[in-house]
C-alpha cells in the first residue's frame, strides 16, 4: 500500500509539473524510420568490397564516403551498421556539411555490439627495471608523449606525492619589475604592476619536495578553492628548510598577475584554501599502479602489484586529442548526423605539459590576465567528441569514457542536438560541455556573449537521461555537465556524481547585462557526491542574467565540503548575477542549502525542501521522478 501510494504521488507530481511547465517542443520532428540505405564496416572486411553486409567494408572512412555520395536528395534514412570491435584511426574522423542529410530524413552511425572507436595506441615489451620495487619499464615511439595511462581499462595514477591535501604552500612572493614586491592594497597602475615571469616564487616545506633527476618534468598541482592549476617546475632552490620554487614563464605570468583566486593570500579566501601535490618524477614511484613517463629517454614506467603479469595484460596510452569532429565549414549546418550505441574510448590532451595550466573556472583555462584588474581571457580544453554548426546532431545510447579531458563538446551554433541515454565516465576534464563562454579568448570574461548572429548560439539543444560519472580525475575544476551561454537548453533527468567540484553549471560572465541566454530547463536531475575536493561549488551552479529559465525537481544529496577547504559549497549555488530563474520542487539532502550570491530577480516557489526523519510525500515524488528515467522520451511534449 505504502509504495503504491508513493507511485500515485510521483504520478500527481509529473502532472502538476506537465501543467505548470511551458516546455515547448514544438519545433521537434519525430524522424521517419524508413531506409534508404544501408552499409556495413567490420574489421573482417575490406574498403574494395561493396560495404553489404555480405561483403562489409573495413573502415568506417570508406563507409563515410558512400554515404557522401547519397546524400543529396534522400528518400530515406541512411544507415552505416559498425560491427563489435576496436577501430583506430591516424587522425579524427572528420564530419562536415557533406555527410548533412536532406529531406528531414537521418544519416546514422549504429554500433552493433561493442562497436569502440579508439585513440589509444597499445605499448607492450615491459621488462623488469626494479626488482625490489616491481616496477617495469617498456619503449614508447619517439616523441609520444601522453598524460594518462590504463592497464586492462582501468586508469592508472601518475606518479605523485601523496593527495590527501596535508601538504600546504608556505607562501608565494609577487614583484615589480624593479625587483621590489607589489604591497598587498594592489593599487597601481602602469605595466610595471605585472609579475616579471622570472620573479614569482612559491615556498614549500624542503622535507616536502625531494630531490629529482628530470626536475623541468615536475609538475606543482595547486589547488585553490575552485580552481586546479598545473605549474610546471623551472628551477628549485633549497634555503633553511624552505624550498623556493620557480615555475615556468607562461604559467608564472599568469598565476601571479591574477586577482582571483590568487596563491599568496592576498585575495579574500583563507590561506587554508591553498593545497598541492607534486607530480610527474620517477622519484614519486612509490604505490602499485603509479607511473612515469621520461621524455628524454622515450620510456614509460609502471609499478605493478605482485600478482599482475603485466606482459599478458593490456597498457594503453591515449594518442589522439580529438576522436571524432562534427563541424560545418561554411553558413550551412550539418543536418540530421547520428551516433547511437558507438563507444568512444581514449583521448589525450598535452597542452598542460607544453604550457601548463592556469584554471579560471570550470575547465577553462587563462589565456593572459590583467593583475589590477582580473581581467582574462580564458580557451577552451580539447574534447573527444567536438561537435559546431549543426541542427538536429544525436548521441544516444553511446559510451564515453577514459578520456584525457574533455568527453562532448557542443561548442556553438547547435540546435536541437540531442544528448541522451549516455555514459560519459572517467573524464579528466568536463564530462558534457555546451556553448561558448566567451566572445573570443582574446576578450574579458566579464563581457558577456550576446552575438548578432544568433545562429551562433547553442539553442534548444537537450542534455537528457545521461549518466555523467567520475569527472574532472586530472583537472578538478572540471563540471560534470557545463554550460556556458546556452538558449532554450534542457538539462533533464540525468545522475551527475562523483565530481570534484561543480555537478551541473550554466551560465558565465558575472555579469546582468543582456546576453545570448534565456529560458534555459535544469529539471529532475539527480546530483550527488560532487565538491570532493574544491569548494565554492554547487551540485547546481549558476551566473549572470537567464530570463525565463527553470531549475525543479532537481534531487540534490551527499554534497559536503572537501576537508581541507573552508571556503563553503552549496546545494544550489546562484552566483552573481544570477536572474530571471523560477526555484521550485528542489530537494536537498546531506547538502548545504542554496546560495544566493549578489543574485538579481528570481523567483522562488514551493522553497527548497530539505530531507528530514519524517515521511514527506512531495519529498519522495521528487526524489523517484529525478534522475535516470528507464521510459524517458525527449519528444514526448506532455512529459513535464
Known amino acids: 500500500m505504502f509504495y503504491t501510494l508513493k507511485k500515485i504521488i510521483a504520478s500527481m507530481l509529473a502532472l502538476l509539473m506537465t501543467i505548470t511547465g511551458n516546455m515547448d517542443f ?62 583506430t584511426f591516424d587522425d579524427a574522423l572528420t564530419f562536415d556539411e557533406r555527410d548533412s542529410a536532406s529531406n528531414g530524413f537521418t544519416v546514422k552511425y549504429v554500433g552493433n555490439g561493442e562497436a569502440v572507436i579508439s585513440g589509444g595506441q597499445e605499448i607492450g615489451s615491459f621488462t623488469l627495471f626494479d626488482a625490489e620495487k616491481n616496477i ?26 601523496n593527495t590527501d591535501f596535508s601538504t600546504r604552500i608556505v607562501g608565494a612572493s609577487r614583484f615589480k619589475a624593479d625587483g621590489t614586491m607589489i604591497p598587498e592594497n594592489l593599487n597601481y597602475g602602469g605595466e610595471d604592476s605585472l ?20 626536475l623541468q618534468q615536475v609538475e606543482l598541482h595547486v589547488l585553490t578553492a575552485w580552481v586546479k592549476n598545473v605549474l610546471r617546475v623551472k628551477s628549485a632552490v633549497t634555503n633553511d628548510g624552505i ?47 603509479e607511473w612515469y613517463l621520461d621524455e628524454s629517454t622515450d620510456t614509460v614506467y609502471i609499478k605493478v602489484p605482485e600478482n599482475t603479469d603485466i606482459k599478458s595484460s593490456s597498457v594503453i596510452a591515449p594518442r589522439l586529442e580529438n576522436l571524432v569532429t562534427v563541424k560545418s565549414q561554411g553558413n550551412d549546418k550539418i543536418k540530421n548526423l547520428s551516433f547511437e550505441g558507438i563507444t568512444f574510448r581514449y583521448s589525450t590532451w598535452n597542452l598542460p605539459s607544453e604550457k601548463g595550466l592556469v584554471d579560471v573556472q570550470a575547465g577553462m583555462y587563462a589565456n593572459y590576465c590583467i593583475f589590477k584588474t582580473n581581467d582574462m581571457g580564458v580557451l577552451r580544453p580539447s574534447a573527444a567528441v567536438y561537435v559546431a554548426g549543426t541542427e538536429n546532431f544525436t548521441m544516444k545510447d553511446c559510451t564515453v569514457e577514459n ?7 557542443l561548442h556553438y551554433g547547435t540546435k536541437n542536438s540531442v544528448i541522451q541515454d549516455n555514459l560519459i565516465q572517467n573524464i579528466s576534464g568536463n564530462g558534457i560541455m555546451i556553448g561558448k563562454f566567451v566572445v573570443d579568448e582574446n576578450t574579458d570574461i566579464h563581457v558577456v556573449y550576446n552575438p548578432e548572429d544568433e545562429s551562433d548560439i547553442c539553442t534548444g539543444d537537450r542534455i537528457v537521461n545521461n549518466r555523467v560519472m567520475h569527472i574532472g580525475t586530472d583537472y578538478e575544476s572540471s563540471v560534470g555537465i557545463c554550460a556556458g551561454y546556452p538558449r532554450d537548453i534542457l538539462i533533464a533527468n540525468n545522475e551527475v556524481a562523483y565530481a570534484p567540484y561543480t555537478g551541473i553549471s550554466v551560465g558565465f560572465g558575472w555579469s546582468n547585462a543582456d546576453n545570448a541566454m534565456k529560458n534555459n530547463r535544469i529539471l529532475n536531475n539527480e546530483i550527488h557526491h560532487t565538491s570532493q575536493i574544491l569548494c565554492d561549488a554547487g551540485g547546481i551552479y549558476t551566473l549572470s542574467k537567464q530570463p525565463g529559465s527553470e531549475m525543479s525537481g532537481n534531487y540534490i544529496h ?83
Open 558 to 640: 551527499d554534497i559536503v565540503l572537501p576537508e581541507w577547504a573552508d571556503y563553503g559549497t552549496s546545494g544550489i549555488y546562484m552566483d552573481e548575477k544570477t536572474e530571471g530563474y523560477t526555484v521550485k520542487y528542489n530537494v536537498l539532502e546531506n547538502a548545504y542549502g542554496v546560495n544566493m550570491h549578489l543574485v538579481g530577480h528570481n523567483e522562488y516557489k514551493d522553497k527548497t525542501m530539505y530531507v528530514d526523519k519524517k515521511w514527506n510525500p512531495v519529498i519522495d515524488a521528487i526524489k523517484d521522478n529525478a534522475g535516470i528515467n528507464d521510459n524517458f522520451d525527449v519528444y514526448a511534449k506532455l512529459f513535464y
Open 403 to 409: 578520456m584525457g579531458a574533455a568527453g562532448i563538446d
Open 136 to 161: 617495469y619499464s617498456a619503449k614508447v615511439p619517439d616523441g609520444f608523449t601522453f598524460r594518462q595511462l590504463y592497464l586492462d581499462g582501468v586508469k592508472l595514477t601518475r606518479a605523485r606525492s
Open 243 to 289: 624550498t623556493s620554487i620557480r615555475i615556468q614563464d607562461n604559467e608564472s605570468k599568469l598565476i601571479f598577475n591574477r586577482m582571483h583566486p590568487n596563491i599568496d593570500g592576498y585575495s579574500h579566501m583563507s590561506t587554508h584554501d591553498f593545497v598541492y601535490y607534486i607530480e610527474n618524477a620517477y622519484e614519486l614511484i612509490d604505490t602499485d599502479n
Open 26 to 87: 514544438a519545433g521537434v520532428i519525430i524522424k521517419s524510420e524508413k531506409v534508404m540505405a544501408e552499409y556495413y564496416v567490420s574489421l573482417s572486411g575490406n574498403d574494395n568490397n561493396d560495404g553489404s553486409k555480405e561483403s562489409p567494408f573495413l573502415t568506417i572512412k570508406r563507409a563515410q564516403e558512400e554515404v557522401r555520395k547519397n546524400t543529396e536528395n534522400m528518400t530515406g534514412n541512411i544507415i552505416v551498421n559498425i560491427a563489435e570491435g576496436t577501430y
Open 195 to 214: 609579475v616579471p615571469a622570472a620573479y614569482g616564487e612559491v615556498y614549500l616545506n624542503a622535507s616536502e619536495f625531494g630531490n629529482f633527476n628530470n
